[in-house]
């Protein structure tokens, strides 16, 4: 399914997991945030998906990354490693934070993001016959 998908389905999938991660937190506190498992591992799965998103965009179409360093998609992508690979030890704090301090601020780029991706991806309009 990898080999299907194009850019603006990946970062389609940013999207969707930023807003899903935030609806989960959705007013809660941070005491509460930390003693509710589901929660936070409904949030962390998102964060999963957000980075395994960005690093598909980095594998696909590292130019179209490049054309916007405003969004961190190394530091993501390493964020989701580092959630991936260190799940036993995990600092909600820090968890807490990415997703109230993060995530709202990407939110904001990434739908003028997608739109350039969807852009790119139609390409130019095919020639018209002659008449």
């Known amino acids: 399914m990898k080999d299907t998908l194009r850019l603006p389905d990946y970062l389609e999938h940013m999207l969707q997991a930023a807003n899903q991660a935030l609806e989960f937190v959705d007013g809660m506190d941070e005491t509460a945030f930390a003693a509710d498992r589901r929660t936070q591992q409904a949030a962390i799965f998102n964060l999963l998906v957000l980075g395994e998103a960005a690093g598909n ?3 696909v179409d590292p130019v179209f990354a490049a054309q916007h360093p ?3 998609w190394r530091v993501i992508r390493a964020t989701r490693n580092r959630l991936m690979h260190g799940y036993f030890d995990l600092n909600l704090t820090v968890v807490w934070g990415t997703i109230q301090n993060e995530l709202p601020a990407l939110l904001q780029m990434l739908p003028t993001m997608l739109a350039a991706a ?8 095919p020639p018209t016959a002659a008449s």
Do not use: D, F, N, T
């Open 57 to 59: 965009v980095l594998a």
């Open 70 to 72: 405003e969004l961190p």
């Open 118 to 125: 969807r852009a790119q991806s139609a390409g130019p309009p």
